[in-house]
């Protein structure tokens, strides 16, 4: 089946650190391969998966907030992800997998239904172009992979500094059955970590939108 993928490939440097971090602790902090076992991946913690962390900030934040919680963080994106892994072996991170790759794949592929407590995407790419708005991650198929992943009462947290988006967001999130908006509109601004997208997106007066859905 051809993909509309969620991202553009870019390459972006890696630096020296990010690339040893690669090579060296990717073996250890890798989620590992094949179908994902939640109730053993964290020691029966619950798990929730980040889509796009970036150079995983939020990520990082939100680990040593909540030990409690497993996190699967995943992107494509190469240098963020030696990032983050240079993070969490510098910080001691026992909550965090990587997995170095595309997150709708690993939903489909390799999540089982009902499994997971939480999905954040935070500042997911906005597409702007009326022509890319199918390559948006909050679209209704990839909405409806994402709701069948979550177990009853797991939420899907996203944000987005973008107002077009977070008005089509919405929209494709109240359409979606299997949700339903745990706020009147958009949730307040909550445990959510600052991100880089975050602030260059304030830094130029947007205005930005949380939104968080349970799985009914
Ligand atoms: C605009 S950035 C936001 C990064 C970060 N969440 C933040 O707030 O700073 C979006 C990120 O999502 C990643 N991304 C987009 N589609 C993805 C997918 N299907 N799977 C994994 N990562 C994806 C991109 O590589 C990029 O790093």
Do not use: C
């Not at 964290?42 to 409690?68: C, K, N, S, W, Y």
């Not at 983050?84 to 965090?96: Q, R, S």
């Not at 890319?132 to 209704?140: D, G």
């Not at 880089?196 to 205005?207: C, P, Y």
Request: glycine content about 8%; proline content about 7%; hydrophobic content about 40%.
């Amino acid at each position: 089946m051809s993909e509309i993928r969620t991202y553009h490939p870019r390459r972006g440097r890696v630096t020296p650190t990010q690339a040893e971090a690669l090579r060296t602790l990717m073996p250890r902090y890798a989620a590992p391969e094949g179908r994902l076992d939640l109730q053993t991946l964290f020691g029966g913690r619950p798990v929730v998966l980040e889509i796009g962390f970036g150079l995983g900030h939020a990520t990082v934040e939100m680990a040593q907030a909540d030990p409690g919680t497993g996190i699967v963080a995943a992107d494509v994106h190469t240098p963020g992800v030696g990032r983050l892994l240079h993070e969490i072996d510098a910080l001691g991170l026992d909550n965090v997998r990587v997995v170095h790759g595309d997150a709708v794949d690993l939903l489909r592929e390799r999540v089982d239904a009902g499994s997971l407590a939480g999905v954040r995407a935070f500042f997911p790419d906005p597409w702007p172009k009326a022509r890319h708005h199918k390559r948006r991650l909050v679209r209704p198929d990839l909405v409806a992979l994402i709701a069948s992943r979550l177990r009853h009462g797991g939420a899907l947290h996203v944000a987005t500094d973008w107002e077009p988006y977070a008005e089509s967001m919405l929209e494709v999130l109240d359409a979606e059955p299997t949700l339903r908006n745990a706020y009147e509109r958009w949730a307040p601004r909550l445990e959510r970590p600052l991100t880089k997208f975050e602030r260059t997106g304030l830094e130029k007066g947007h205005q930005v939108r949380d939104l968080v859905y349970v799985r009914r």
